[in-house]
């Protein structure tokens, strides 16, 4: 084990929470991250007994989960791994396998006002159907300049998945989006 | 006080005060600040454009000429904004705009007098000579007297955001068309917006004593509201403007989220929504035009169908004195309209001047049928108009007048991507063209379908006729019981006479303009507009268009089909800038990317440069440093003696797996990259598809089918998305596979001479000497008891030097651990100037040499362009032109080693005109080097490889400099490379 002590995307060395009105924003640095593509004519395998989704799906099971990044190609999601690529390719010999832990920055948005609440923060972040885009569902979209994927996790859960060195404005964009949305929802609640 | 006792929408019990012009004022909950200003008797609300002519509230919407307020004070005052839309709300404040001195007596008001010298286009004839005093004078003269609001000069402090919105029916307006449109989707369960300028649900319904199922309009509308609430699929936009239809079914809206409060609090001020709709349904009713006459703009005098809006929804007559009376001049049965609402509400009607000999009579009030009025009375407001019935004229005393010329179909929207409106005799009027935006369908008012049964009845169909298009069933709602009023109307469009008849309130354009700028031979409709400015001003000439048309028809002899309408073009009102730049300012204007040793650099007092969206230490100061120059002297050093840390994270790293991944490298690179050795490294060059030099960096391999791309910071996304455009599109054919790393990896040069001895202080138990690890050798290996990482030999700054990376939560710990351990071997952090310094020394190109214009051999590496395969760019790279290009990538250093070389100056011969025929190149990059005491510069030289020892010109004639620089080789440091072998 090396004795060098690890920061996350954020700078920290502990993963940020933030509370914001009936949001809550959460970074997960212990999501590890590998991507799969398969080399040609290579039949689609099943890395820890995932079923690999199609385009614009993820699936999950277990530990572990993946989502459909492009044609034949996945990125596979466990927890706390430090190593992913390498058990990766100790399930799928044969693969092109690239380590992808550090690349990216993982947030997740929860609400305690349910499925609508993401909805409308969705309408604020990404140019997609917050209808269209039910749990299960992940893409690659444009969210603040930045390029990010996105899962819909469960209905009231919004993973946004973004390069790591833009952890920081990803962040200040998420937040500040929840935090305008809460606003919204209080302004419409109240008479 | 002219507030009518009872009815109206306003909430009588709540009262709130506001301001206009100092003068304190109170009004109520659903009043706008014209509403609350016609209850206080004020009539007088602004000046005009030119003639500084006083004038009134004139509309009682978005259409407003006259009524532009400057709302709010300190930095939220927001010039040009119509007291008609201005949601009241305790606290507002308002003024009145452009004039000198009070509203009441502005001294501009002289304009007045001069107007026989302001017609149309007087500013392309007068103020013509001294030439001079055209930019410093008249202008700045004219300006001032013709200006809108004024600017607080302040920054806003308000946020404004942006959205998208995905539905199958957008439904713009909210009155009865929209309203059932609206329902019937919605109980079909189609995913349905209903966007709403006002503030209020109801459109003209609110403004009208029509009953619907026998009962107020209000209370229907009042259901119909709560219904669409408790939809899930439907959102209702009140307060939001679709100002434009873009393509593919997009559609441009500003919600105005937060103008109706004092301040936003935790909201945005307005949010700019981007609404993709799969259909969407035009129910933006109609706008009343007037009718020109002999001095009819003073204030008193408005819309028949506004006057009726204030007296029905709001409770006010524009009566400066409740016991004035009133007069409705039309030329249609709509007009009658009013005077019997304001009879219905008590208010003394004096009666109706219809322009019709046959005109009908709908209820107890004197009627003037053929009759017109020919002239008005009032300074700062109306108190007697002139009636003309056959040859008699006589003078009537009134407070108010309103004027009734017919509906236009709001056509804006219909007529965006060139749609172009239809004239239509039976309704006098343009309605949508077959043309206009795809999946947009015009209902109600808006199609020329008035009436109240005609627009509900219309909506509804316009609905189940947009869904079915997109496969979904609706099915027919009941609709209220509701009637049609009589519509007819004459086409009669102005009232001919010698006095200034205003067809343009707000640009102040009469009919006598139009007669102008047809005799100056204006004859395009569009020329029409630009010569008398008509249409020009921010209202767009929503209320004079039509009768400016129907003016000029009369004077061509043409139909007013036959003269057309000019384009329309979003927005459809105005769109405050902030809104459409919707995002962040300050910071956090764009986002940006930090290095994993951001926060490491940070607390170190690194001074940060932007780099593309990433922000670079580019110098780390000492105690004692006062110059950027005494810290990157030192870095550059201390590098040279010893050795330097810097993150280089920011390069781009490419992961390149598969079978063929050599063969795909092979034809990406001009030069051959697939019988690189496995753990080995090399130099690689990358051509446009033009010829040109693209991008250059290093390639590793890691196995047999596992390389890592090296692409310069600037192109590192370009770079990726050309191989992945490559792979996916040219060669699919390849068993390549791709992915970008760039993040993943915290890359740290360790450069110097004493590099390796720090590094095997961390590696744990790799050889790294130079016989096991040799230059351009590339392995895994594991650091600091266990961590992965990735080591290359590989060197920018020309000693010593290797790449370490390891994965990017580590970097910031990585370089606390190297400056622990090279403690005594003097270890330096260095920033981006002191690398930038480091490689000119070096003679290394970079971003400044690969800027697009240069070649492989322009940069000294023609031969790198193999000859033994193909590759993007190789044979263009040959061609005759690129490959004749004689001008060499070389050396400068001027003859006085302590002048600057400032990079971007032209080289010359000595003592040659400096001119673009004597032109022979140019700098391309210049710094100090500490390690050779001087300035120096890298540029490219016609034939420049012949002329080392040449003392040259280096110009730079903007700044009037000349420097004479000799021509030197580009490495001015170690030019055989025995540093990086050793």
């Known amino acids: 084990m090396t004795d060098l002590i690890p920061l996350t995307a954020l700078g920290c060395t502990a993963a940020r929470h933030e509370k914001i009105g009936a949001f809550h924003l959460t970074e997960r640095p212990n999501l590890a991250l590998a991507s799969l593509s398969l080399r040609k004519g290579q039949a689609v395998p099943s890395p820890f007994g995932l079923v690999l989704p199609g385009p614009g799906q993820a699936v999950w099971s277990g530990d572990h989960g993946a989502f459909w990044t492009g044609r034949d190609q996945w990125m596979i999601e466990a927890n706390g791994q430090t190593d992913l690529a390498a058990l990766l390719k100790a399930a799928v010999p044969n693969a092109s396998i690239t380590e992808q832990t550090d690349g990216f920055a993982a947030f997740e948005l929860t609400t305690e006002q349910g499925a609508d609440a993401i909805d409308e923060v969705m309408r604020k972040l990404v140019n997609l159907d917050p209808h269209a885009f039910e749990a299960g569902s992940a893409t690659r979209t444009t969210l603040d300049h930045i390029s990010v994927f996105l899962i819909r996790r469960a209905p009231d859960k919004l993973s946004v998945i973004g390069m790591r060195t833009y952890a920081a404005a990803l962040w200040h964009a998420l937040a500040q989006v929840a935090r305008r949305t809460d606003a919204d929802i209080d302004a419409r609640l109240s008479p | 006080m002219t507030r009518l006792s009872t009815g109206g929408l306003i909430d009588r019990e709540t009262q709130l005060r506001f301001s206009f012009n100092g003068r304190s004022y109170t009004g109520h909950p659903g009043d706008t600040l014209a509403s609350a200003l016609l209850a206080n008797g004020v009539q007088l609300v602004g000046r005009s454009f030119k003639y500084h002519r006083p004038r009134g509230v004139f509309a009682a919407g978005s259409e407003e000429p006259n009524a532009m307020v400057e709302l709010r004070s300190g930095a939220r005052q927001e010039p040009n904004t119509r007291a008609t839309v201005a949601e009241l709300f305790d606290g507002l404040v308002a003024r009145s705009q452009n004039h000198v001195g009070s509203l009441e007596r502005d001294l501009l008001a002289i304009n007045d007098l001069f107007a026989p010298f302001l017609a149309a286009g007087f500013y392309y004839k007068t103020f013509m000579w001294p030439k001079a005093f055209w930019e410093k004078l008249y202008e700045p003269a004219i300006r001032r007297a013709a200006g809108l609001g004024t600017l607080s000069m302040r920054p806003d402090p308000d946020s404004y955001d942006k959205g998208f919105l995905h539905c199958d029916l957008l439904v713009i307006g909210a009155g009865a068309a929209g309203l059932a449109a609206a329902l019937t989707a919605g109980r079909a369960g189609a995913q349905v917006v209903l966007a709403e300028e006002d503030f209020q649900l109801g459109g003209r319904l609110l403004s009208e004593r029509d009953s619907l199922d026998g009962a107020e309009a209000s209370l229907w509308v009042t259901k119909m509201r709560e219904e669409l609430q408790s939809l899930a699929n439907v959102r209702l936009m ?82 400066k004195n409740a016991t004035d009376r009133v007069a409705v001049f039309t030329n249609g049965d709509d007009g009658h309209r009013t005077a019997l609402d304001l009879m219905a509400h008590g208010v003394p009607v004096l009666g109706v ?10 209820g107890d009030y004197r009627l003037f049928a053929g009759a017109t009025i020919t002239g008005t009375k009032g300074r700062h407001g109306l108190t007697a108009i002139q009636i003309t019935q056959g040859s008699k004229a006589a003078w009537y005393s009134v407070g108010a007048l309103g004027v009734a010329g017919g509906w236009n179909p709001n056509v804006h929207l219909a007529s965006h991507h060139r749609g172009r409106p239809v004239w239509d005799e039976g309704v006098l009027a343009f309605l949508p063209g077959p043309n206009g935006p795809h999946g947009l369908i015009p209902v109600g008012a808006a199609a020329g379908k008035g009436g109240v049964a005609n627009a509900l009845a219309d909506g509804m169909q316009g609905a189940i006729t947009a869904l079915g298009q997109i496969g979904l069933a609706a099915k027919p709602i009941p609709l209220p019981q509701a009637e049609n009023t009589p519509a007819t109307q004459e086409a009669f469009w102005h009232v001919p006479g010698r006095r200034r008849a205003w067809v343009d309130f707000q640009n102040d354009v009469t009919v006598k303009d139009i007669a102008l700028a047809h005799k100056e031979n204006m004859r ?206 040219v060669w699919p054919d390849l068993d390549v596979q791709l992915i970008s790393t760039t993040d993943a990896w915290a890359q740290i040069a360790v450069a110097g001479p004493k590099s390796r001895m720090l590094l095997q202080r961390v590696v744990d138990d790799a050889d790294i000497s130079n ?31 290797y790449e370490l990376a390891v994965p990017a939560r580590y970097g910031h710990a990585l370089m606390e651990r190297l400056m622990e351990q090279g403690a005594d071997l003097g270890v330096t952090p260095y920033g981006t100037e002191a690398l930038g310094v480091l490689r000119i020394e070096k003679g290394h190109a970079a971003g400044a040499e690969l800027n697009g214009q240069t070649t ?127």
């Open chain 2, 238 to 319: 009140p307060r939001t403007t679709v100002f434009g239809a873009y393509d593919h079914g997009i559609y441009g809206a500003v919600e105005r989220v937060a103008d109706h409060l004092p301040t936003p609090g935790d909201r945005v001020r307005q949010s700019l929504w981007r609404i993709r709709a799969k259909r969407a349904i035009l129910a933006a009713g109609a706008i009343e035009r007037h009718i020109p006459f002999a001095e009819n703009d003073r204030p008193g005098i408005m819309l028949a169908g506004a006057m009726r809006a204030y007296a029905n929804r709001w409770a006010v007559t524009p009566l």
């Open chain 2, 856 to 982: 492989a051999q322009m940069l000294g590496l023609g031969r790198m362009v193999s000859a033994k395969k193909d590759s993007v760019g190789a044979i263009m790279s040959r061609r005759e032109g690129l490959a004749g290009d004689k001008r060499r990538l070389v050396g400068l250093k001027p003859v006085t080693a302590q002048t600057p070389v400032a990079a971007g100056s032209h080289l010359f011969t000595r003592r040659a005109v400096q001119d673009m025929a004597n032109d022979q190149g140019w700098v391309t990059s210049a710094c100090y080097s500490p390690h050779l005491e001087s300035y120096i510069a890298l540029g490219f030289l016609e034939d420049g490889e012949n002329r080392l020892g040449e003392v040259i010109t280096a110009a730079n004639p903007l700044e009037g400099q000349e420097v004479a620089v000799e021509v030197v080789s580009a490495h001015f440091v170690d030019p055989d490379g025995g540093r990086l072998r050793d």
């Open chain 2, 771 to 801: 016989a096991a690890f040799p230059f351009m050798a590339c392995r895994a290996l594991t650091i600091c008891g266990g961590l992965r990482a990735r080591l290359f030999r590989i060197s920018f700054s020309g000693e010593l030097a």
């Open chain 2, 524 to 729: 395009s409709v569009e020329h029409l507009k630009r010569w008398t400015t008509l249409g020009m001003a921010t209202d767009q000439g929503k209320t004079s268009n039509i009768s400016a048309l129907a003016v000029m028809a009369e004077l061509t002899g043409k139909t007013i089909p036959q003269t057309g309408t000019t384009m329309f073009r979003p927005p459809y009102t105005g769109v405050s800038l902030a809104v459409l730049g919707g995002g962040d300012t300050g910071p956090h204007f764009r986002p940006k990317r930090l290095t994993p040793t951001h926060y490491w650099a940070s607390a170190r007092g690194a001074s940060f440069i932007e780099v593309g969206p990433w922000m670079r230490a580019q110098f780390f100061p000492q105690p004692g440093e006062t110059h950027w120059r005494h810290s990157v002297d030192r870095e550059v050093l201390a590098v040279r003696a010893g050795v330097g840390i810097c993150d280089v994270t920011t390069l781009g790293k490419i992961d390149v797996q598969g079978a063929d991944a050599g063969e795909f490298l092979n034809r990406v690179y001009a030069n051959m990259m697939g019988t690189l050795k496995v753990g080995m490294v090399r130099y690689g060059l990358m051509l446009r598809e033009d010829g040109h030099a693209y991008d250059d960096g290093t390639c590793a391999r890691l196995a047999e089918d596992h390389f890592i791309v090296t692409t310069t910071t600037a192109n590192a996304a370009g770079v990726y998305r050309q191989l992945e455009f490559f792979r996916q599109c």
């Open chain 2, 353 to 362: 001047i219809d322009t019709r000999a046959d005109a009908p009579r709908f």
